[in-house]
Structures are given as structure tokens and as C-alpha cells.
């Protein structure tokens, strides 16, 4: 079954650049989607479509995705980005869908 | 504003059946994926299968002989069935809407399920 990688954790100050992780064999075929999951709330998709953001997810969060890494970018960080952020696939060899096993971001 | 709510008990004793409904509402469940997804406390997401509209099915192989999952197109509304429970399928168990490719777009609020006598 296909697996993806993330960190488990993820450290940056605020108003710097937060990148987030996510390896896979050949990910780079795939597309990748990105979610955010604040305590005690659902997940929220951030990035679809490896670099596509939702309307209401402001533009200072990014993807991208080449090879075996896919990269959740987080620009000029804010305390609210403190989060759980995990990406995920559709594996079409079994048509099962995959979470990573999700990186915490502190804000320091 | 498509909205989809989980319903069911939040108790249930060890080897008994884990039954719950998602029901969506302000959209069609026709021509989309709806998928359980639980997320024990403290870890990860862990997605436990999915049933497109059409009534097709595909689960996550580690809990593929305990699961179940249904749809009522009449009534936009589909169910999990989780046979066999342990302390281990303690969780917030949510439900979500999704295609192949675009993700995970809309998701139920969660609920907690607990496995106890």
C-alpha cells in the first residue's frame, strides 16, 4: 500500500516561512491535497490539486509537488497557523484514499 | 452551504457494533465519494472507507472485514457499521465529502465514540 512521510514536527518564529513536508514514491504523479486541523475541530482542505487554495484560505499558504516530496509552504506565519497539517492522496493502484501521519506546527 | 452532520451513539461496549449516520444536507449526495475518516485521540487521521453515491464501496484493508459502509440516496444520507469494537476503535469518527482528485472538501463537525463496558 502506498505510504506518505511527513515530519512529526515543524518549528518556526512568527513572520517567517513554515515548509511542510510530505514524501511518497513518485508523489510527483499524484496530486496532492492539504489539510489543517486546529484542536477539537474537522479538518479544513488548505491545497488541492497539489497548489490550488480553496477561496476563503488566504493566499500566504502554498504547495507544491515534484519527485517523491510534496511541499506545504506557509509564508510570513502567523500564531493562528499553529496547527496539525496533514497531506494526503488518492492511490489509483487500489483506489484507497491515504493520509501522512500529520506534522505539527509550533509557532515559536 | 453543504453541511453534513455524524449521528449515533457515543457509547458503545466492547464487541458490540459501532453504528453511526452522516447526514448531508444543502446538497445532493448524488455524484460524489462520502467517506469515514476516524482520528483517535492524540494521533493521526485514519481514513476507514468510502461509498460513492452509486453504492460502490472500498475500505481501508486493516478494518476492511469489520466495516460496512451504506447509502440512502432517498434520504442524503449514508452510514457506518463497525463490527467487533475494541478500546482501539476509541475515536472522533467524522464524515466527509470527496472526489478522486480535488480532496476533501466538506467535512461533519465529528463525533467522539468511546469503547467501554
Known amino acids: 500500500s502506498y505510504v506518505l512521510t511527513q515530519p512529526p514536527s515543524v518549528s518556526v518564529a512568527p513572520g517567517k516561512t513554515a515548509r511542510i513536508t510530505c514524501g511518497g514514491n513518485?508523489?510527483?504523479?499524484?496530486?496532492v491535497h492539504w489539510y489543517q486541523q486546529k484542536p477539537g475541530q474537522a479538518p479544513v482542505l488548505v491545497i488541492y490539486?497539489?497548489?490550488d487554495r480553496p477561496s476563503e484560505i488566504s493566499e500566504r499558504f502554498s504547495g507544491s509537488n515534484s519527485g517523491n516530496t510534496a511541499t506545504l509552504t506557509i509564508s510570513r506565519v502567523e500564531a493562528g497557523d499553529e496547527a496539525d497539517y496533514y497531506c494526503q492522496v488518492w492511490d489509483y493502484s487500489s483506489d484507497h484514499v491515504v493520509f501522512g501521519g500529520g506534522t505539527k506546527l509550533t509557532v515559536l | 452551504q453543504v453541511q453534513l452532520q455524524e449521528s449515533g451513539p457515543g457509547l458503545v461496549k466492547p464487541s458490540e457494533t459501532l453504528s453511526l449516520t452522516c447526514t448531508v444536507s444543502?446538497?445532493?449526495?448524488?455524484?460524489?465519494?462520502w467517506s469515514w475518516i476516524r482520528q483517535p485521540p492524540g494521533k493521526g487521521l485514519e481514513w476507514i472507507g468510502y461509498i460513492y453515491y452509486s453504492g460502490s464501496t472500498n475500505y481501508n484493508p486493516s478494518l476492511k472485514s469489520r466495516v460496512t459502509i451504506s447509502v440512502d440516496t432517498s434520504n442524503n444520507h449514508f452510514s457506518l457499521k463497525l463490527t467487533s469494537v475494541t478500546a482501539a476503535d476509541t475515536a472522533v469518527y467524522y464524515c466527509?465529502?470527496?472526489?478522486?482528485?480535488?480532496?476533501?472538501?466538506?467535512w461533519g463537525q465529528g463525533t467522539l465514540v468511546t469503547v467501554s463496558s
Open positions: 466527509a465529502r470527496h472526489g478522486k482528485e480535488w480532496g476533501f472538501d466538506y
Open positions: 513518485n508523489i510527483g504523479y499524484k496530486s
Open positions: 444543502g446538497g445532493s449526495i448524488n455524484n460524489y465519494y
Open positions: 490539486y497539489d497548489k
